[in-house]
């Protein structure tokens, strides 16, 4: 359950309000659209795959940035509100659970993606070095599914809290994409310590 203290705080949300004026699920889409400024990672036609998408926010963005051409698959454990946008397919599904490429890629008649985006979060505890490693899990497993999914030179946006941990994923993604970079997205709560990864130009 929320606790006052959040709920305060997203009654003050400039970036809530200004989704719920714009047609968002959630104010996470204006951290795709920042990446999106900042590092052009989508084009008109591209093919997206969100984990841990729910409840829309940055499949909807995703959705307007590539056009009715291109196409959004959104994937989380819980059941999306169906989709108004005809180029988002969503897909009930655990990203931990083996099936998630077979999938994904069912629904993509085989192909790739352009970009795969990780905005997945665990049930936090309250415990942040709990909550921290969860996090980490998510993060890698994301990762992981990015190396079946993505296509070479495609680009990955996965969410992540500092850790030890981080460290050994950095590496990873720099011995599997071009560039890497960090995105502290102006839209993040004031109260979060998130980042995003963003890896460009998988290898293969």
Not at 56 to 75: D, M, N, Y
Not at 86 to 94: G, P, V
Request: net charge positive; charged share 35%; hydrophobic share 40%.
């Amino acid at each position: 359950m929320p606790t006052r203290r959040w709920i305060e705080e997203a009654k003050r949300d400039p970036y809530r309000r200004r989704a719920r004026e714009e047609g968002y699920r959630s104010r996470a889409a204006y951290k795709l659209e920042e990446a999106q400024r900042r590092f052009g990672l989508l084009k008109r036609g591209d093919i997206v795959v969100e984990l841990g998408a729910w409840p829309g926010g940055i499949a909807q963005a995703a959705s307007r940035i590539v056009g009715p051409e291109g196409l959004v698959v959104a994937v989380d454990v819980r059941e999306f509100k169906p989709f108004e946008e005809e180029n988002i397919i969503a897909l009930q599904l655990d990203i931990l659970e083996d099936n998630v490429v077979s999938e994904v890629l069912r629904v993509l008649g085989g192909k790739r993606a352009d970009l795969l985006i990780s905005d997945a979060s665990p049930r936090f505890t309250g415990i942040r070095d709990v909550d921290v490693i969860r996090q980490y899990e998510l993060t890698l497993r994301s990762y992981e599914i990015a190396g079946s999914l993505v296509k070479r030179n495609g680009s990955v946006m996965l969410k992540a809290f500092d850790c030890e941990e981080v460290m050994e994923l950095a590496e990873k993604l720099r011995r599997d994409y071009a560039v890497v970079k960090r995105l502290v997205p102006q839209a993040r709560r004031k109260t979060s310590s998130e980042f995003y990864f963003i890896a460009m130009g998988k290898r293969f």
